[in-house]
């Protein structure tokens, strides 16, 4: 088999996760690291067995061995560190978001144009985000008049303070729904294949003293007039399942992810279609369709151009939640 030599720029949790996820994934071989702190990105490339380390990533673009980068890194260095690897010819991995503001995701998009940058929006591989999402683009459901989805969730203090930059807008770019709910908005939108067109929000800090927010709520107008609610909370007294509950004119489908993700239809015969990759956790999946989408065409599920919707809708939530309006989209 075929393997893409990945190499890691942020050694971070979630990179340290998707290390451990990459193990599982026959498609893909790490073989490079790179983190400002030497001392933690020694310790990684210990940890995963990774033979180089650098603490430049410019350094890792230009001379590590690899086919591949898998950007873990604050919100606020996508946009640079994109545009250096698409110019070292090198396909990125990003996490999510792709850009910290929609200004730069349109500047981003227009730059790479046909160039291998993925967005680890790993919900659309989730095995049943994946089937909900395909019911509502086939009709299945009926046109669709409402989505409702709720994230409670809890953060505790070393959440902050163990990443500094996810306290301040500056690095960051928002708090709980860009970093956590817009994974989820991310489906609906999928689902939909509409552009958003208008919001509202209201976004609070409360629980830490951080500038982001820690819980907002948002809806969302699409083009055909569908309406999306989103709550997204890291203020939970417990975590608590996500739920997404779409609304149509046959049938109804409601999807959590707790214990195990599942999704239930009613109403109408749907026949749940399964993800195009195999996998025990969504991230893998994730990982494993982009070595696919570089190795052999196959296509990703979500190519970064497909998530200026969300980033949009996000954006224009915010707006709203400071000017007290109804904010257009645009983008």
Known sequence: M???????????DIADFTAWVSKLTPQVKLSACCDIDEARTLRFAKRHRIPQTYTDYKTMLKDADMDAVYLAVPHNLHY???LSAVKAEKPVFVEKPVTRTLEEGIQLIEA???????????YRYDSSCYALGRAVQTGALGKVHSIRINIPWHREQKYFDGAQWHKTIA???GGTLI????????????????KPVSAMGYAQTIGFDVEVDTLTHGI?????GTLINITSSMVAASEQAVTIDVYGEKGTAKYTNMPFPSVKFSGTKVRKERSPEWGVHALQRSLAGFANWVLDEKPFLTPAHETLPVLAAVDAIYRSAKSGQKESINF
């Open 220 to 224: 969302i107008e699409i083009d055909a």
């Open 80 to 82: 640079e560190m994109i």
């Open 2 to 12: 075929k393997k893409l030599k990945l190499g890691i720029v942020g050694c971070g």
């Open 112 to 122: 790479i144009a046909g160039q291998k940058v993925g967005v680890n929006y790993q």
């Open 179 to 194: 970093t956590q709910g817009s994974h989820f908005l991310d489906i609906a939108l999928w689902a939909l294949g509409e």
């Open 171 to 173: 690095q960051a770019g």
